[in-house]
């Protein structure tokens, strides 16, 4: 496998990252999650990704009994993520000092290890300043508790923030990004990768499988399965919504060009977010072992530039055909009392 450069960091890490959302009671079990774990590390995955708030806290306690045996912690690149809600209590949320420091101690003791390779902020948080989150990640990388920091799911104005705030206060600064991105979500094509390359940051992309769409698994005139993610996630997933329709008729024609270039559907999902110049690694997230090795080949497929061109004619460049996918959007369309007087 051949290993890319994390922004302007001097780490290397694999162009698929094992991502652990469904390690717990959100998917799998501890066996099948270990096995997991080896076999990604056994076709040279070295960068694995968590977060606090999944499967609350249980996939760290997995991934970190996981990389427990000799010599193993030493090998990989792990990266967890803090912010979400992990609990009742307002103040267990947030990019607040409060939180932030409380957070990645407790991120260790489940992981199980001294120190966290890459920590991010899960979201943004518009009722804390960025330069005290900062702050605060920059005492934790002194204390020696974190290498990194990064960013997820930050719009490009507040990545631009973040770079200017740490620059101007002599803080850590993020030195990666960690937005969605599939062939069915282009929208960071318009200002997010341009930015990220900018200020010369890493970028590793959440569900280049658009939460499978793209595994084909949703196909026209066959029956839908329910899920919980289905029902969590209605806006994203339910088929009377015009906008769902249309990301089913792309997947349709997205799958017959897979299989005139001789390839999965998986194969190509995935291969055209690797291609793209500002990527670092992009994240996948199976949740058994058949998912695993349906999505490991797709780190050596090359996609010609006529497949190229006719995904563009498909989806156009910069188009995100729900926004339910975009995984942010601005607080001021969700509350009115923010635009009127």
């Not at 996939?59 to 979400?84: C, H, M, N, Q, Y």
């Not at 607040?96 to 899960?122: C, E, K, N």
């Not at 990004?177 to 900018?198: F, H, M, N, W």
């Not at 001789?262 to 996948?284: K, N, Y």
Request: with cysteine; hydrophobic share 40%; proline share 5%.
């Amino acid at each position: 496998m051949r290993y890319r450069r994390l922004g302007r960091t001097g780490v290397q890490v694999s162009p698929l990252c094992l991502g652990a959302m469904m390690f717990g009671s959100w998917g799998s079990d501890e066996a099948v999650s270990a096995r997991i774990i080896e076999r990604a590390l056994d076709a040279g995955i070295n960068f694995v990704d968590t977060a606090d708030v999944y499967s609350a806290g249980e996939s760290e306690e997995i991934v970190g009994r996981a990389l427990a045996a000799p010599g193993l912690r030493d090998r990989i690149v792990l990266a967890t993520k803090g912010s979400l809600p992990m609990g009742d209590d307002p103040n267990q949320r947030g990019n607040s000092r409060r939180w932030i420091t409380r957070a990645v101690d407790d991120s260790l003791r489940r992981l199980g290890t001294d120190w966290i390779d890459l920590y991010q902020i899960h979201r943004p948080d518009p009722a804390t300043d960025i330069e005290e989150t900062l702050g605060a990640l920059t005492d934790l990388v002194r204390a020696g508790k974190i290498r990194y920091i990064g960013s997820s799911t930050f719009p490009a104005h507040q990545i631009v923030e973040a770079q200017w705030a740490a620059q101007r206060t002599g803080s850590q600064r993020f030195v990666c990004e960690q937005p969605p991105y599939s062939v069915l979500v282009r929208g960071i094509e318009a200002d997010v990768l341009d930015v990220t390359a900018k200020h010369g940051m890493g970028v590793i992309t959440w569900s280049p499988l658009a939460g499978g769409w793209l595994t084909g698994r949703y196909r026209r005139n066959a029956p839908i399965e329910t899920s919980r993610r289905f029902d969590r996630l209605p806006g994203r997933y339910d088929l009377e919504l015009d906008a769902n329709q249309r990301k089913l008729d792309a997947a349709e024609e997205l799958a017959v060009l897979a299989e005139e270039a001789g390839i999965s559907l998986i194969e190509l999902a995935l291969a055209f977010v690797l291609r793209h110049p500002a990527v670092t690694s992009a994240v996948i997230g199976p949740r058994t072992l058949e998912h695993l090795e349906s999505q490991l080949p797709a780190a050596e497929v090359t996609l010609s530039q006529d497949v190229l061109d006719r995904i563009d004619e498909i989806v156009p460049p910069g188009t995100t055909l729900n926004k339910e996918d975009a995984g942010w959007q601005s607080p001021s369309l969700a509350d009115a009392s923010l635009r009127r007087r």
